[in-house]
C-alpha cells in the first residue's frame, strides 16, 4: 500500500454530500467539512508568523473543530499540537511552550486554565474562529514525512514528551486499518478516546476519514453512554484503550444488549477476560493490537492467537536482552505453566530496522537518542515469545522489578491477579527490600466487592503459574488506581507512596501464601 497524506484523505471528500461528521445531533456532509477546513487554512495562513514553527495549539474535548482545524492544519503545512485538558498550571504551559505554539485555540470553558500562566507571551483564542465565508480549495503540496501534529505521551514514567507525528503516520494507518476491516462509505466510526490523543486520531478519524464513512464523535468518553451513541448514530467501527473498555464492560448488563450495529472495535491494551465479555455481550469482534504513541513496532495477529498475546511480530521487530542486546530465546515453561527461563526470554522489544514510523520528538533529543540506538528503534517495552513465535507483554523497562536476585515484569502478574472475579483492576510494582533490590506490591480495586485476604491468599495459591518469587508481599486495597487522561496507570505515585500511604495493606504473614489486614504503616516495618 503507498502512503498517502491526510491533505490526499481530505481531497478525495471534497465533493461527497454524504454524511461525514456528527456530533450530539448535529450532521455535517464532508464536502461542507472540507470546506470548514479550507476556510481555517486560510485564517492560519493570514496569521501565523511563517519565520516561526507553524504550530497551533488546541485544547477541547471531541468537538466537530478538533476535525476542522486539523484538516485545516494538513490545508495550510500548519501543525496542530493536541493539548490535554486534565493538565494544569505549569505543567499545562510547560507543554505549551515545549511545542512552540504560536497561539492556543481553547474551548471557552478551558481558558480559565490558561488564565495568569507563563506562555512566553503566546495568546489565546476562541476555538471557533471567523475567517472568510468561501476560500477556494488550494492546499499546499504536502508529503507524507512532513510534521501534522504534535501528540503528548501520557506521562506515566515522567513529563510528557511531544511526539512528531506526520501526515504519514496519521492517514497510513486510518488507510490500512480501512482496508483491513472493510470499511466504506456506508459504515460509521465512533470516535470516544480523546482526539489530543494518538488512538483517537490513528485508530478512529484517519480510519472514518480514509474510508469515506460517517465519523461520530464524543465529547467526552462515557461508559453509560457508549452504547445508546453506538444506536443512536448507527456505529459498526469503534477504537479504544484497554480501561474504558472495561468501564464499558462493568456497566449493568441488559438482555438486548447484543442488539446493536456494532461490527467491530479496534485497540489496544484490553484486559483477556474484558475482550472476551465485550464480544459475548454486544456480540461483535474485537481486535486487540499493540500500539504506542511514538509507534516503531507492529504484530501480526491471526485467529489462531492464543488469549493474551500481541501476535506474532512483524518481520524486523525482535525480543532483543537488554544487556546483552542479543536476541533472547524463546521461553520456556514448567508443567505448572510458569515461566522457567525469565533471565534470559524477557527483552525488549525493538525494531531492527530502524525508526519505522518513529519521526522522534520535538525538542527532545536526548530522547530520540534514547529510542535509537545502533540504528535500532527501542520500545522500552519488555516481551517474552513462546516456541511458536507468539509475543507476551511483560512490562515497561522501568517496571522491571529485582526480587532476590531475578528480573520480574509487572505485567505477567497483573493477569493472574486480574483472573480473580472480585478484582476489576490492578497494578503491580517495586518497593524497596530492606537488605537488598525489590518487593513486590500490588495495588488491586474491588470495586466495592467484599474480598477477604485469607481467601485471597488461597486463591493466589491455587495459581499454578505464579512464581514463588511473583506473590506479592504487599496489597494495598484502593478505591481506584491512579490514571492519566488516556487512561494509564501512573505507577510511579504508587511505588513513591509505597507503605506510607492511607489504604489498608495486607501484608504477607510467612513463607506460605497468607496475608493480615494492618492500616498502620509501622506495623510493616
Not at 77 to 99: H, K, Q, W, Y
Not at 192 to 221: E, Q
Not at 476 to 501: D, I, Q, Y
Request: glycine share 10%; charged share 20%.
Amino acid at each position: 500500500m503507498s502512503v498517502p497524506t491526510v491533505t490526499e484523505l481530505l481531497l478525495a471528500r471534497a465533493g461527497d454530500e454524504r454524511p461525514g461528521l456528527r456530533f450530539e445531533d448535529e450532521t455535517q456532509s464532508w464536502a461542507t467539512h472540507v470546506r470548514a477546513s479550507a476556510r481555517h487554512a486560510a485564517d492560519l495562513r493570514e496569521t501565523l508568523d511563517w519565520d516561526k514553527p507553524p504550530h497551533v495549539g488546541i485544547l477541547a474535548d471531541n468537538v466537530p473543530a478538533f476535525s476542522t482545524l486539523l484538516g485545516a492544519c494538513a490545508f495550510a503545512g500548519a501543525v496542530l499540537v493536541g493539548l490535554n485538558p486534565t493538565r494544569r498550571g505549569e505543567a499545562l504551559a510547560r507543554d505549551i511552550r515545549l511545542a512552540d505554539c504560536q497561539f492556543v485555540l481553547a474551548e471557552r470553558k478551558y481558558q480559565p486554565l490558561l488564565d495568569g500562566l507563563d506562555l512566553g507571551g503566546i495568546g489565546v483564542r476562541d476555538l471557533e474562529p471567523h475567517p472568510s465565508a468561501t476560500t477556494p480549495l488550494d492546499p499546499v503540496p504536502a508529503s507524507p514525512d512532513d510534521l501534522l501534529m504534535l501528540i503528548f505521551t501520557s506521562g506515566t514514567s515522567g513529563d510528557p514528551k511531544a511526539v512528531r507525528c506526520t501526515h504519514g503516520k496519521i492517514a497510513f494507518p486510518g488507510a490500512m486499518l480501512a482496508q483491513r476491516f472493510g470499511l466504506s462509505t456506508s459504515d460509521t466510526v465512533y470516535v470516544t478516546m480523546p482526539m489530543f490523543h494518538s488512538n483517537a486520531v490513528m485508530a478512529g478519524w484517519a480510519v472514518g476519514l480514509a474510508a469515506g464513512a460517517t465519523i461520530a464523535l464524543r465529547r467526552r468518553f462515557s461508559a453509560s453512554g457508549f452504547l445508546p451513541d453506538v444506536r443512536k448514530f448507527g456505529a459498526n467501527y469503534a477504537s479504544y484503550v484497554g480501561k474504558p473498555l472495561s468501564y464499558v464492560v462493568a456497566t449493568p448488563p441488559r438482555p438486548d444488549d447484543a442488539d446493536n450495529p456494532l461490527r467491530l472495535v479496534y485497540g489496544n491494551e484490553g484486559a483477556s477476560a474484558d475482550l472476551a465479555a465485550f464480544e459475548k455481550r454486544f456480540g461483535c469482534k474485537v481486535v486487540d493490537a499493540f500500539g504506542s504513541t511514538e509507534g516503531g513496532v507492529g504484530f501480526a495477529r491471526t485467529d489462531d492467537t492464543p488469549p493474551g498475546s500481541l501476535g506474532r511480530p512483524a518481520e524486523d521487530v525482535a525480543i532483543l536482552h537488554p544487556h546483552t542486546g542479543r536476541p533472547c530465546p524463546p521461553a520456556e515453561f514448567d508443567p505448572d505453566g510458569r515461566l522457567a527461563n525469565a533471565e534470559e526470554a524477557v527483552g525488549e522489544l525493538v525494531n531492527t530496522a530502524g525508526a519505522g514510523w518513529f519521526a522522534g520528538y520535538y525538542r527532545d533529543p536526548g530522547a530520540d537518542a534514547d529510542r535509537l540506538r545502533g540504528g535500532q528503534f527501542h520500545t522500552g517495552d519488555l516481551a517474552y515469545a513462546d516456541a511458536e513465535g507468539f509475543c507476551y507483554f511483560a512490562g515497561r523497562l522501568g517496571d522491571w522489578l529485582r526480587v532476590d536476585g531475578e528480573n520480574l515484569g509487572t505485567a505477567p502478574i497483573e493477569r493472574i491477579l486480574l483472573r480473580h472475579p472480585a478484582i476489576t483492576d490492578a497494578a503491580v510494582y517495586a518497593v524497596p527490600d530492606p537488605v537488598t533490590g525489590d518487593r513486590v506490591m500490588a495495588a488491586i480495586v474491588t470495586g466495592g466487592t467484599p474480598l477477604d485476604p485469607a481467601e485471597f491468599g488461597r486463591f493466589l495459591a491455587d495459581q499454578p503459574d505464579l512464581g514463588p518469587k511473583q506473590v506479592p508481599e504487599y496489597v494495598r486495597t484502593v478505591r481506584e488506581l491512579p490514571r492519566t487522561s488516556t487512561f494509564k496507570v501512573v505507577k510511579r505515585r504508587l511505588a513513591a507512596e509505597g507503605l506510607n500511604c492511607p489504604d489498608v495493606i495486607w501484608a504477607r504473614t510467612g513463607r506460605d501464601i497468607a496475608y493480615a489486614i494492618t492500616s498502620t504503616v509501622d506495623n510493616l516495618a
